[in-house]
């Protein structure tokens, strides 16, 4: 019987009995060198696989962005007759403008340019054209051609390139599968089944009881005012204010602009192409935070007399919320719509812009007509006048009562509905019971507004405390307040309040 020994051939051992070696060398030391060499080889070679096939993986979406500035070539030829070359190719960059998280190529493996910044394809392929550009010259006789060939010529070259890696890479893959070694070593038709019993699904005990529910004749009667008043109010992006929620009352650093956002606003109106490189460049700077530090940037630098900074704060602000509004693809559809000469998204945009900042303009004037008519006070309240809720004698507490939701009665209903209508911040500080959380928030409203909410708030028993509270800024408040204190000098203070928990006047105290 004839034995076949080839199928050991493919064994690489480095400890062989049979070698024979030097008498003057170390046998032992002559093995583990070997193995040394063996294993060094071995890590050389995978470590240039994994390279040779991360660098294909780059090249090839490369290629896709290469041929999809190709398509946007052909597709925009007919617009290439008298037009500037850097406005034709802008305006195809545009169309070829990815996602943050699709522009940025893949990391790569362990140990593979370890010490290199990997470039995002829109960085490549604008580091192409200014190559192109380069190589062409300045506004040439026929520059759609030679833009075209010289692109192909780049393209040309990384495919050729993407040959000669995966040759390599063959040659490689070849003498790594010649040897067997322990990693070839796996385990197969290893199968193992456990049948499990289906778990059955749990039965929750139904409860028996009654359910009152209110029968309406028009059950979206509510939502459709609702609806109805922001359709009528012609609001657009720029005109959704937020209110500050409990959370955000004393908490201004929230709204503090980063200094990549002030970065941002430094660029021109209208530079367009210098905005879309910032933000392939800079994906973090499409977070909802950076819209709200511009819009507050622009409200301080308007007040310091900034008009043309603060316009520009209010453009990139709302240029981010335009891009992050629109979608998955938002970026690069606001760029295309925008750049478009005659297209209506220039002036809904820009009309939002220009309301946008004109009310900024119109409250910063308003603020500071107020300070300069009260210049005691602007160090103090910012020379603003505030209306206050605070309780004429110590001891006493206004107690603050929310209209329950679900009530049957009219009169709670009614003031469910009132509650309803307030801001949406007031309905917060109301609902955590703090009167200092109240009182900040209608300081930081008109003191006509102010005074209409407290009112209401007094009219549907929202408030109510135990003493009486006096409005002392009225002249017929600060006589009652004087005889009050006067009285209680001398003892013999009148009882003001029917019983506790009664609901009498509310005290709006004006600092």
Known sequence: MVVNYSKWDALELSDDSDIEVHPNVDKRSFIRAKQNQIHHERDKRRHEIKTLKYERTINDGLLGRIDALLAAFREHAAQAVGVDSDEFIMNAMVDTALLPDEDKPPEPPEGVHYKEKQPKYSEMIAGLVDQVKKDIGDQPENWYAKYKAGIEQHKAKVQNLQRDLLSRLAELEKEESR?????????????????????????????????????????GAANKDQLEHLAGSGQTLGSQVDEPTDKAIGDDDEFEPTELGKSFAKIELGKYHECLRFISENPEILAEKETDGLLMEAFDAQLAGKATYAKQCVHQGLLIQYCRSLGKDGVGLFFKRITTPGHNAQKIFLDDVNSTYARIRFRTAELAKERAANPKGANDQGGVEQIQLHAVEPGTEIQINIPKANSTEDVEQQARVIFERFPPALQSAMESGSLDKINDVIGKMNVSEAEEIVNQMGESGMLSMEQGVIDSTTEEGQRQLERLEKEAKQGNRPDMSDGPGSNVPLDALET
Do not use: A
């Open 179 to 219: 040897k067997i070694t322990s990693d070839s070593i796996h385990t197969g038709f290893n199968q193992s089944s456990v049948t499990k019993e289906k778990e059955k699904p749990k039965t929750t005990p139904k409860t028996k009881g009654k359910v009152e529910t209110v029968e309406v004749l028009n059950p």
